[in-house]
């Protein structure tokens, strides 16, 4: 019986995994089942190149020449960033594990895109969790993107856009199957190649990708529907490009190291188009920063911008960091900020074993909090709706607890239930162990 797409991939990555280095294992992944997944599908010229790059994969015998000649042919026909594929090519080379070859030369990929990224999606986000933030800077957890989906509302024609798209996994979970125009902006020129990858893979035409900093790429005014992005956490932008400075005159800042997640903030206020909306990832710093910009930037968004402040547990990977969702309409109707605070276990299984460290937002947890969202309505311990007013009270500071006072419900286990349990794992040990003397 022959194994189905997703065995194939999570067996090729296994090997991936215990013979690359954890910077470049996910790349080498999309990369080799992007080869089969263009030969099986015959998207790319049947000559020499692809003949000797088919009986590569059959023989599971390394042809160096067909591989780098059959990425650059790859590179210039669906236009990557010049050498991205051939970087690719050169590490495989160099770590040469035809092992992987013969393992992906057991399926056909034709007419298989949808199945191969859904596959590739699960086996990197079970991945991620053993590389910690070396893929947190790839791809955003699927709790977060789950919520997000929810939240954003993605409509059709909607042009939609992530200012940090990193390999597109956080894009492709939020927009689905919904047909709209995507926008893509990211600086990694290795990230921008596996996201090609996986586009092209999954069959999607309506994504465009940018390669260069999103600061310092000038953005029309009135562009976007929906923005959706999660800056670097903690980074602080001290030197300015020309379009970072047009953008603080713009809001009539001064030239002052700020927060990139600030500068983010107000580069996804330009551009988003008269009612759009955005939701922007910011550090618990940025809540209660006593910094002028820092409390300049967070006036400036509650007295015209700001509808929600949400709270989560850490939903990254690698980090300790818990993530507050900012969303901002361009055109409020209201003059309030609801606040949720969502970091308790009612929403939360904090030891999901499917994400390790990173809490997985339970289908529960997302349905209340976008209750919340659409209701806006304060409800004790959970959420509240502040007045501009009472936010200008408090210094403009937008930490939760100065809005929802939290109850955080504490499990009673009694002496009894513990000599039970106890009992259990001792007998479970001494099963393991063998032995009856234990």
Known sequence: MKN?????????????KG???YEVYSDICIYLI??????????????KTSFELQRMFDRAELNEEALINAS?????????PQNSLVDLAQMYIRFNKTKVLNNLSEINFKKQGKEIVKALKEMLYLSAKHFGRIMSDKMTSKPLSNLIKELIDIGYKDHYADFMYGMGISTLEIV??????????????????????????????????????VLDIKIPENSFDKIVTMPPLGVRVKEFSPASIKLLDKFCLPKKPLKMDSLILLKAITALKERGTAIISVTPNFLSSIAVMDKAVRKLIVEKYLKAVIQLPNLYYGTGVLPILLVIEKSRQTNDVLFINAETNEFFDFFGKSYGPVANLTREGIVKIKELYQTKKSEEGISYVATTETIKENNFLLTLAKYVKVKRKREVISNQEIDIRLRELYSELKEILGREDF
């Open 4 to 16: 189905t797409i997703k065995e194939i991939i999570y067996s090729a990555a296994d090997l991936i």
């Open 19 to 21: 013979s690359f280095p």
């Open 34 to 47: 992007f080869l089969k997944y263009i030969l099986d599908n015959e998207k790319m010229p049947y000559d």
């Open 72 to 80: 650059i042919s790859l590179e210039k026909q669906y236009e990557f």
């Open 176 to 213: 689905g199957d919904e047909k709209c125009c995507i926008t893509g902006y990211e600086r990694e020129r290795s990230s921008i190649a596996a996201a090609k990858m996986l586009l092209i893979i999954s069959e999607r035409r309506d994504v465009e990708l940018i390669l260069g900093d």
